[in-house]
């Protein structure tokens, strides 16, 4: 089950959990990186497997564009499709709010996950974000 969540809801904190687990404590990102100011722009999302948060990302709008970022699934339940899950409820949130397109900002081990759902690297050369190498991404949204 995927919910969604402004940072005012209660199930944010299970979107923080779920990221702090992945990026914090995992990545080794500083949580001052992690947790940033758009977090209060962001549409957040969070998958449960039952009742336990087990992935989570976030949406906001840049210009006409919907960006996602943050995503991620806790270790213990990849490999398991949950991420192409997780990815597909924002887009369809994106096509709701009628985005023509998304983009993020892919670390290199996920670059082919994302290209598996249709999106296509637009940067020329890889890049850092929090000391982790990252290529940008873009898809075209379509209505269904």
Do not use: W
């Not at 914090?24 to 722009?41: G, P, R």
């Amino acid at each position: 089950m995927i919910k969604k969540y402004s940072t005012e809801d209660k199930g944010y904190k299970d979107a923080l959990h779920v990221r702090r687990d992945v990026f914090v404590h995992e990545q080794q990102i500083d949580e001052s990186e992690e947790i940033d100011d758009y977090e209060d722009s962001s549409l957040h999302f969070v998958l449960y497997d039952e009742e336990k948060p087990v992935g989570a990302s976030r949406l906001r709008q840049v210009n006409k564009d919907g960006k996602v970022e943050r995503v991620c699934i806790l270790s213990s339940h990849r490999k398991k499709g949950l991420g192409e899950k997780l990815m597909r409820a924002m887009e369809q949130t994106a096509i709701d709010q009628s985005f023509s397109s998304l983009i993020l900002y892919a670390q290199i081990q996920a670059e082919d996950f994302y290209k598996k759902l249709g999106y296509e690297t637009t940067s020329t050369e890889p890049f850092l974000d929090a000391n982790i190498p990252h290529v940008a991404m873009k898809k075209v949204l379509k209505s269904s």
